[in-house]
């Protein structure tokens, strides 16, 4: 067991460019889970999936963000035409299913996105 | 709409101390709730997860506990080191959405030599 992997760890991008990242979850986790986190504050939720279906998007995801799961495993948050609000921390977690256990969420190291 | 507050929101102890970090929420309809640790520019490591149905969990020298009715849980931390400098947050996920967490904006603690 590895860990949930987020790639890249920073990323620097000028305004107006779309920007990927990629979250490997832990390898039996079916649940997986977007967050943002700015400076000061908690992570926000942004959005989950159970396999490949994304079952819940914030209002927090314009329709700027996309995200996938193409195949149930690994995920990526596409932001097309970044903005300086988009700078944060984005967070990826991991799961199983409510009804297999505590369903305890286990984070990655997380994105670091600054956008000039 | 659930709320996650903490308090204090910054917190500074001399190594050794025992310490309590407090956690309120305002829908006491949750299914779990998590404390997780942050070191900066880092992560969430998951400390200790308290079902609904428990009153408590303890890991080593933390012990964490839930009042679901009051809406409060406290995260105790006994004989505080310096490596326990770190920012600690506190996620409740409810039973209806059943899927996200909703987190508070955390406790900054350093602790001193």
């Known amino acids: 067991d590895t860990g949930v992997s987020q790639d890249p760890r920073h990323k620097i991008t000028k305004r107006g460019q779309n920007v990927t990242f990629r979250c490997d979850p832990i390898?039996?986790?079916?649940?997986l889970y977007w967050y943002r986190q700015t400076l000061g504050q908690g992570p926000e939720f942004l959005t989950y999936f159970q396999n490949e279906a994304q079952l819940e998007k914030s209002r927090l995801l314009s329709d700027r963000f996309s995200a996938e799961r193409p195949k149930g495993s690994f995920s990526t948050l596409e932001i097309q035409r970044t903005e300086q609000g988009d700078s944060a921390m984005y967070l990826c977690a991991s799961s199983l299913a409510l009804g297999t256990g505590k369903a305890e969420q286990y984070f990655g190291p997380g994105t670091r996105l600054t956008v000039t | 709409k659930q709320e996650v507050t903490q308090i204090p929101a910054a917190l500074s102890v001399p190594e050794g101390e025992n310490l309590v970090l407090n956690c309120s929420f305002t829908d006491s309809a949750i299914y779990n709730l998590q404390w997780f640790r942050q070191d900066p520019g880092k992560g969430l490591t998951s400390l200790l997860l308290i079902q609904s149905s428990q009153r408590e969990q303890t890991s080593g020298r933390l012990n964490a506990s839930l009042d679901k009715s009051s809406g409060r849980s406290t995260l105790y931390i006994a004989a505080s080191q310096p490596g326990d400098s770190a920012t600690y947050l506190c996620a409740v996920r409810n039973t209806g959405t059943a899927s996200k967490l909703t987190f508070g904006t955390g406790t900054r603690l350093q602790v001193t030599l």
């Open positions: 390898s039996e986790h079916n649940r």
